[in-house]
């Protein structure tokens, strides 16, 4: 197993700190098709999906690799992103019209008392309740003018760094290997403000203990979504010729606490929530400033259905919607994986500010669901076949080797046995 353990010199190590398989993210806007009626009428948003808008992510090394004294490894990950123009539908200067993220966050953050001040804010900068912007701008950034400041779903990326991160090197734990010890110098989360939700468990999903059982669920830590999940087995699978499990996101991990009373510490809010009865979404306002985030599997996907009723054009699809890992059981390496979330701003009436007085109730609308995903190359999956299935050969044959020494020290032993046996017999007679 020293193979496995994260240290200079080893197959873990080169293939944990390298930047590894092409990484994707593919992402899908949603285009209202009928943002006049919203505002006139209170109608429900129409939305139309618009993508995939493609750039490769996690094409850099880990980076300040630090070893400590407690057998972990630190590090920070840099991240990027690099428009591929052959893999999506268009370029990033395509134009959706989506919603207008400083009118839903301020509308949100600020107490009713200040709206008239917002209105004042909205009008002046001729803003409204959506916009109509490239693909470019609303992931990566724009100057809004209502705010004065850079705003983006994503913003900022490039040149930004994930972590720090603390992981278990498995040097004299295996089963530890890769597990994540803090986040951030901090080995609980501070946004639930509750023991079970603030845990962070399991690894960041890239890799797992050896020898992966199907019985056992495996967790990971997602920054993205601000909390620790787990996956169970779906089902065996072959890739390139190499036998994997695939883990999927467990249905319940976004129920309600009415069906999931674990998830009760994640409800934040009884009334946007409708008294902690809504399932399929996160509430991550509390890691992400106070702004009016939630997160969801796309398309809703297991989510209420008031949610799909709320905003229509929404057909969720288990095929092309959940998160899996596709994971070799052997060296608990993750090979292929997708994962697929999506992200949601929350909007709610109000009688000061016009574009939302005719807002019928609180709303959470899909900005735009990403589909993070890497599989294995013809040239790593050869050489993890050689690598590994030589390794398993060769414990075959030790194995074989230890039975039939076995079987022939048995053999001695008994042979050696009867012999004095029969002699301690023959003393006796004579």
């Not at 899908?28 to 999906?49: C, H, I, M, T, Y």
């Not at 989506?98 to 004042?120: D, F, G, M, T």
């Not at 019985?215 to 390139?240: G, H, M, N, W």
Request: glycine share 6%; charged share 20%.
């Amino acid at each position: 197993m020293s193979e496995a353990v994260i240290e200079p010199g080893t197959t873990a190590y080169d293939t944990w700190v390298a930047a590894g398989a092409l990484v994707y993210r593919q992402f899908w806007l949603f285009d209202v098709q009928n943002a006049e009626e919203v505002l006139r009428s209170g109608a429900a948003p129409v939305v139309k999906e618009k993508g995939p808008y493609t750039y490769r992510t996690r094409y850099l090394a880990k980076d300040n690799v630090t070893f400590n004294p407690n057998l972990t490894a630190s590090f920070v990950l840099p991240v990027g992103a690099i428009f591929d123009p052959s893999m999506s539908v268009g370029p990033e200067e395509d134009k959706v019209t989506s919603l207008n993220l400083a009118v839903a966050a301020a509308s949100s953050l600020l107490p009713p008392v200040l709206h008239a001040v917002l209105e004042k804010l909205i009008t002046t900068s001729n803003s409204s309740l959506f916009q109509y912007r490239t693909v470019k701008e609303l992931l990566w950034g724009y100057n809004d003018t209502m705010l004065k400041t850079r705003l983006g779903l994503f913003f900022p990326y490039n040149g930004t760094y994930e972590g720090i991160f603390n992981v278990y090197t498995g040097k004299e734990d295996i089963s530890r290997v890769g597990m994540i010890d803090r986040w951030r110098g901090e080995r609980s989360l501070r946004f639930w403000n509750d023991k079970y939700c603030d845990m962070i468990n399991g690894t960041d999903a890239t890799s797992f203990a050896p020898f992966v059982d199907k019985e056992t669920p495996l967790y990971f830590f997602s920054s993205d979504i601000c909390r620790s999940v787990s996956a169970s087995f779906a089902q065996s699978l072959d890739l390139k010729g190499i036998e994997v499990y695939r883990f999927a996101l467990q249905q319940d991990t976004l129920a309600s606490p009415t069906v999931n009373p674990d998830n009760r510490c994640f409800c934040r809010d009884p009334k946007t929530s409708r008294n902690c009865t809504m399932a399929g979404v996160l509430d991550i306002s509390t890691c992400q400033e106070g702004k009016p985030i939630f997160i969801s599997l796309p398309h809703f996907l297991y989510g209420s259905d008031y949610l799909r009723e709320a905003v229509t054009g929404l057909r969720p699809s288990k095929e092309h919607h959940e998160t899996f890992l596709d994971v070799e059981p052997t060296t608990g390496f993750t090979l292929r994986f997708a994962k697929r979330i999506q992200v949601n701003m929350m909007y709610g009436p109000s009688k000061d500010i016009t574009v939302l007085q005719k807002v019928k109730d609180y709303t959470i609308f899909p900005l735009v669901w990403m589909n993070e995903t890497a599989a294995l190359d013809d040239e790593t999956a050869e050489r993890i076949k050689r690598e590994l299935i030589s390794r398993i050969q060769m414990l075959d044959v030790l194995w074989k080797a230890l039975l039939g020494s076995g079987v022939v020290v048995f053999l001695v032993c008994s042979v050696s046995y009867c012999v004095v046996r029969r002699n301690h017999n023959q003393s006796k007679l004579a």
